[in-house]
C-alpha cells in the first residue's frame, strides 16, 4: 500500500535571523542521495535577492531558469552526477542553512520529493512502510511525521 509523507525536522532561530534553521544537517546528505538515485529531473526555487545562489545554478551545464516570479525564480535541469555532485557538496549558505528555499526531484514528469523551507520541511508523493522506517532512520529522533494513506 502507497501513501504520502510529510516530515519536518525541529528548528531553532539563529540569533538576528528570522529564518529558521535546523541544529544540524547532519540527514541532509543522506536524504538528498536517497531521492537522487529515483529521480531524473530537479526543480529549484529561490529568491531573487538570492542572486549568487542563482549564479551558481545557472553556471551548472543544463540548468535554465523556467519562470521569474515577482519574489521567486525557478530553475530545472537533467539530475546529471555534477548536480547531484553540487546539491551533496555545495548546499549550505553563508547562514548555515540550505541555499535555496525548495528543491523538488521529479522522475519524468512525476513528482516525488520535495524539500521546503531551506531543507527543513519534506514532502514524499508515494511512499511504502519500507521507505517510511529508512526515512525515520536518516532524520533526527525527534522529527516529526505525518503519513496520509
Not at 500500500?1 to 544540524?24: G, Q, R
Not at 553563508?94 to 520541511?121: A, P, Q
Amino acid at each position: 500500500m502507497h501513501s504520502k509523507l510529510y516530515f519536518a525536522v525541529p528548528l531553532y532561530m539563529e540569533k538576528n535571523s528570522d529564518v529558521a534553521i535546523p541544529i544540524s544537517y547532519d540527514y541532509w546528505i543522506p536524504l538528498i542521495t536517497y531521492f537522487s538515485t529515483q529521480s531524473n529531473t530537479v526543480e529549484i526555487h529561490c529568491w531573487n535577492v538570492e542572486k549568487k545562489t542563482i549564479k551558481e545554478l545557472v553556471s551548472i551545464k543544463g540548468t535554465n531558469i523556467k519562470h521569474v516570479l515577482d519574489e521567486i525564480t525557478i530553475l530545472q535541469t537533467e539530475l546529471h552526477p555534477r548536480m547531484v555532485n553540487y546539491l551533496l557538496s555545495d548546499y549550505l549558505d553563508n547562514m548555515g542553512r540550505v541555499k535555496w528555499f525548495s528543491l523538488f526531484f521529479y522522475k519524468d514528469e512525476t513528482k516525488c520529493f520535495n524539500s521546503g523551507h531551506w531543507g527543513t520541511e519534506f514532502f514524499v508523493h508515494r511512499t511504502n512502510k519500507d521507505e517510511v522506517h529508512k526515512l525515520r532512520t536518516i532524520m533526527p529522533n525527534d522529527t516529526i511525521f505525518h503519513e496520509h494513506i
